[in-house]
């Protein structure tokens, strides 16, 4: 299980709501994230444990509480819906701001995500005892000329979605990637995913600027 916490639910949960009453009304909207709130709650008693200090664990607490309102809607909230919900959701304008810190166009913001994801694996290799379920980290600075390159064999975003047959919502939280790394005005480039049948989950970050990256 990993611990609750209430931060994540405090700042993304008023943005969803936002979006469902625009899209469904305040009745739905308020009566969805009223029965989501302890079902995200059962959620997270019921993934693996990370650890609650993983740096990647915020994947995992943002994630569920998507999974969480489309089981509280029970049907009415389309997969295709949660998506729009999503974009919703991340274009929340203090969000926007993450771009005025880290640019991909700039060799400083490649800079900044390698080094975000070589202390995230480090944090992992300092607590050997969460290895087995945490995302594992891939690193091959030599497969391209541009921008940063990673890849996960192991996600546990998807072995939860698996075991609580949630797979058709998981490509809608893959799908995030791409929105976040337009927030840091970067292109995001990816040949397959495990939620998608793939072997690996890749990362290939270069800046939203650059012409025909290598």
Partial sequence: MLKYTGKYWAVLA????????KHYGKEFADAVMQAAKPLYREM??????????????????????????????????????LRTIARDAISWKPLKLMGLFMN???????????????????????HPQYRAVSWDFNFDETKHKDGYYYHFTQCPL????????LLEV??????MDFLTAGLMHATLHREQTLAGGGKICDYWYYGDRTQHPE
């Fill in 170 to 175: 998981l490509p809608v939280m893959c799908d």
């Fill in 44 to 81: 997270l008693n019921r993934a693996d444990d990370v650890g609650a200090k993983n740096p990647m664990a915020s994947n995992i607490y943002m994630c569920f509480i998507f999974f969480a309102v489309y089981r509280a809607a029970e049907g009415r909230i389309t997969v295709k819906a």
């Fill in 14 to 21: 008023p943005q969803i709501k936002k979006s469902l009453r």
């Fill in 104 to 126: 991909a166009n700039k060799p400083s913001g490649i800079r900044s995500i390698r080094n975000m994801m070589l202390k995230n694996a480090e944090w992992l290799k300092k």
């Fill in 158 to 165: 998807n072995n939860f979605a698996r075991r609580e047959g």
